[in-house]
T-cell receptor, first 114, second 114 residues
Framework: GQNIDQPTEMTATEGAIVQINCTYQ??????LFWYQQHAGEAPTFLSY????GLEEKGRFSSFLSRSKGYSYLLLKELQMKDSASYLC???????????????FGAGTTVTVRA | DAGVTQSPTHLIKTRGQQVTLRCSPK?????VSWYQQALGQGPQFIFQ???????QRGNFPDRFSGHQFPNYSSELNVNALLLGDSALYLC?????????????FGNGTRLTVT
């Protein structure tokens, strides 16, 4: 099974940086995803890490340490539209590696203030 | 390129009734997964369909069943509805073997059981 923990809420000021941490315990790790979800909308993909290190995509970066069971999502130059829930999800492989399911954390609600 | 589409968007049912939710995957995708998202929680995996068969199942009772059609679209059926089944039901699609590709989510069906 999976156990995924992330903070419930974070607040930051427009233009600032926020780091959302995620720790996980898993029996069959095969990648970690970050999704953004605005209220009442579908989760949208932000980033993917399967190897240790940092992945950068514009204002968003994600880091993974497999040995520590730890990831973070870094949001830079925060904008009001970044106010949303951020979901950490771990992929668990099955069926010889051709199928997968995602196990999600409860999400971190980020509020950006002017 | 149409993304994942779900219908209906909202649904109100009474305890004990049955409900069917529908999903069309993103073009080029052949695998459909269903997730239940309670308010303030992350999505919970219900099951996954590929080649018209249920491939994986999460910790949900048999009241939850599904189907995949030859055109890859899918249905989620829930029998004997309980108040606790009230949630956002998300459909996600993917392509078999595309391990680095993220799940693509639809906007969900908001089910309210009264």
């Amino acid at each position: 099974g999976q156990n995924i923990d992330q903070p419930t809420e974070m607040t930051a000021t427009e233009g600032a940086i926020v780091q959302i941490n995620c720790t996980y315990q898993t029996s069959g790790f095969n990648g970690l995803f970050w999704y953004q979800q605005h209220a009442g909308e579908a989760p949208t993909f932000l980033s993917y890490n399967v190897l240790d290190g940092l992945e950068e995509k514009g204002r968003f970066s994600s880091f993974l340490s497999r040995s520590k069971g730890y990831s973070y999502l870094l949001l830079k130059e925060l904008q009001m539209k970044d106010s949303a829930s951020y979901l950490c999800a771990v992929r668990d492989m099955a069926w010889g590696g051709n199928d997968y399911k995602l196990s999600f954390g409860a999400g971190t609600t980020v509020t950006v203030r002017a | 390129d149409a993304g994942v589409t779900q219908s209906p968007t909202h649904l109100i049912k009474t305890r004990g009734q049955q409900v069917t939710l529908r999903c069309s995957p993103k073009s080029g995708h052949d695998t459909v997964s269903w997730y239940q998202q309670a308010l303030g929680q992350g999505p919970q995996f219900i099951f996954q369909y590929y080649e018209e068969e249920e491939r994986q199942r999460g910790n949900f009772p048999d009241r939850f069943s599904g189907h995949q059609f030859p055109n890859y679209s899918s249905e989620l059926n829930v029998n004997a509805l309980l108040l606790g089944d009230s949630a956002l039901y998300l459909c996600a699609s993917s392509r078999q073997g595309a391990h680095r590709s993220p799940l693509h989510f639809g906007n969900g069906t908001r089910l309210t059981v009264t």
